[in-house]
């Protein structure tokens, strides 16, 4: 992945995350339980993938899978 291609990978996952932050104001003034509980999950891994903790790929996910077993 370029530079650019990472800053605007970057910026997308950055709006993703914001808007799952709102989608989750909407759902708690709902009260929706689980769908908050759903949505901030989301936007946890949202906020890994733009701090580096994780990949943004799940075939990027290194795997402790024993050999013949695929991801």
Known sequence: MTSQNNGEHMENIAYV???LGELR???EAE???MLCY???MAYVEAGDIQLG???SR???IKSDAPPGVSM
Do not use: Y
Request: proline share 6%.
């Open 17 to 19: 995350r914001h808007m």
């Open 53 to 55: 903790r994780r990949p």
């Open 38 to 40: 759903l949505i901030e």
């Open 58 to 60: 799940v075939r990027d």
């Open 31 to 33: 009260g929706c339980a």
């Open 25 to 27: 104001a909407v759902a």
